[in-house]
């Protein structure tokens, strides 16, 4: 079992910045990606970004691409989420999700997570 916290969400006027940590315990010692996802009132949950448990894939939305960057430390088995230039329409609750352990590159179908954080609210004003 692998447990996840997320933390870092907010209020912020668009064009601002936010640093979403996503903190994992539980069975951490095995290999695993890890994903950040967002879901939006009355629209289905969208994946945002993926990384790799080395940390050498990354994988992001189109619309978030040069605006958000995903990281992880493994040291510390926590998975950041940086988010620049926030725009209305990135407002969601976004929850970290981590894959099964073994399973070591990230996908944009979030049926292959298993594990989900609790969700942090990132609301960005016009």
């Known amino acids: 079992q692998v447990q996840l916290v997320e933390s870092g969400g907010g209020a912020v006027q668009a064009g601002g910045s936010l640093r979403l940590s996503c903190a994992a315990s539980?069975?951490?010692?095995?290999?695993?990606?890890m994903a950040w996802f967002r879901q939006a009132p009355g629209k289905e949950r969208e994946f945002v970004a993926g990384?790799?448990?080395?940390?050498?894939?990354?994988y992001y939305r189109d619309s978030v691409k040069g605006r958000f960057t995903i990281s992880r430390d493994n040291a510390k088995n926590t998975v950041y989420l940086q988010m620049n230039s926030l725009k209305p329409e990135d407002t969601a609750v976004y929850y970290c999700?981590?894959?099964?352990?073994?399973?070591?590159?990230?996908?944009?179908?979030?049926?292959?997570?298993?594990?989900w954080g609790q969700g942090t609210q990132v609301t960005v004003s016009s």
């Open positions: 999700a981590a894959r099964l352990p073994g399973y070591t590159i990230a996908v944009v179908d979030a049926d292959a997570y298993t594990y």
């Open positions: 539980g069975r951490t010692d095995r290999s695993y990606a």
């Open positions: 990384i790799s448990w080395s940390g050498g894939r990354t």
